[in-house]
């Protein structure tokens, strides 16, 4: 559900759309993050006795999503040095995220990994059927869209699975390694399967202009 925007969309959508796509990507990054950290956090978590929907979603992510928002929208700045060093802790988060992912990964039989079928069933509908399925829905019912923002929805819907969820799926009491398992099987996928699907794509926009 979740793709990897940072490590991934963002490299791939500078390469096929350019500057334009950057600011779809900006606006994706926002929605995308808030989403994984609220709703994310709620389907992982399953039905847990006695706490609330709004408990699940409230968490320190959220929290500080919003607040960036809120930043964002009444253009505050940070001084300085305030600034750098939280820049410098956020540009550290994913990096943190690989090696966790790759700490579980370490402890992994790789042909267990490879031979979970189930997971190449979320390749196939994920990172093929779906941006199909989005293409066309865009072009029936919302035809009046640009290109570009068609190219980078469909884009967006072939990406491999987020990192962050390796984590959020062991914190909250689901299958963190099989979450595990499909982030590193969709990101080896996705070396194959975007270059795929973002050529059948143009192919059909080509038909249908």
Same mark, same amino acid.
């Given at each position: 559900?979740?793709?990897? =925007?940072?490590?991934?969309?963002?490299?791939?959508?500078?390469?096929? %759309? #350019?500057?334009? =796509? @950057?600011?779809?990507?900006?606006?994706?990054?926002? &929605?995308?993050?808030?989403?994984? *950290?609220?709703?994310?956090?709620?389907?992982?978590?399953?039905?847990?006795?006695?706490?609330?929907? *709004?408990?699940?979603?409230?968490?320190?992510?959220?929290?500080? &999503? %919003?607040?960036? +928002? !809120?930043? &964002?929208?009444?253009?505050?700045?940070?001084?300085? /040095?305030?600034?750098?060093?939280?820049? /410098?802790?956020?540009?550290?988060?994913?990096?943190?995220?690989?090696?966790?992912?790759?700490?579980?990964?370490?402890?992994?039989?790789?042909?267990?990994?490879?031979?979970?079928?189930?997971?190449?069933?979320?390749?196939?509908? $994920?990172?093929?059927?779906?941006?199909? @399925?989005?293409?066309?829905?865009?072009? *029936?019912?919302? #035809?009046?869209?640009?290109?570009?923002?068609?190219?980078?929805?469909? !884009?967006?819907?072939?990406?491999?699975?987020?990192?962050?969820?390796?984590? +959020?799926?062991?914190?909250?009491?689901?299958? =963190?390694?099989?979450?595990? $398992?499909?982030?590193?099987?969709?990101?080896?996928?996705?070396?194959?399967?975007?270059?795929?699907?973002?050529?059948?794509?143009?192919?059909?926009?080509?038909? +249908?202009?």
């Amino acid at each position: 559900m979740f793709g990897n =925007g940072t490590f991934v969309g963002l490299p791939v959508t500078m390469a096929v %759309l #350019g500057e334009a =796509g @950057l600011i779809y990507w900006s606006v994706y990054a926002i &929605l995308d993050n808030l989403t994984a *950290w609220s709703i994310g956090v709620y389907f992982c978590s399953g039905r847990k006795t006695g706490q609330k929907f *709004w408990r699940k979603i409230v968490t320190p992510t959220t929290i500080s &999503l %919003l607040i960036a +928002i !809120l930043v &964002l929208l009444i253009g505050f700045r940070p001084s300085g /040095t305030v600034f750098e060093t939280l820049k /410098t802790v956020g540009a550290a988060v994913p990096y943190l995220a690989m090696i966790y992912v790759g700490g579980i990964l370490a402890t992994f039989d790789l042909r267990s990994v490879f031979t979970t079928k189930s997971v190449y069933l979320l390749v196939g509908i $994920k990172m093929l059927l779906l941006p199909l @399925l989005l293409f066309f829905l865009i072009t *029936w019912f919302a #035809g009046f869209l640009p290109v570009t923002a068609k190219f980078f929805f469909c !884009l967006f819907a072939a990406l491999p699975s987020m990192v962050a969820f390796s984590m +959020i799926a062991e914190a909250n009491g689901s299958d =963190g390694e099989y979450a595990t $398992k499909c982030i590193f099987v969709t990101t080896i996928c996705s070396m194959v399967t975007i270059p795929f699907i973002m050529y059948v794509i143009s192919f059909l926009q080509k038909i +249908i202009s």
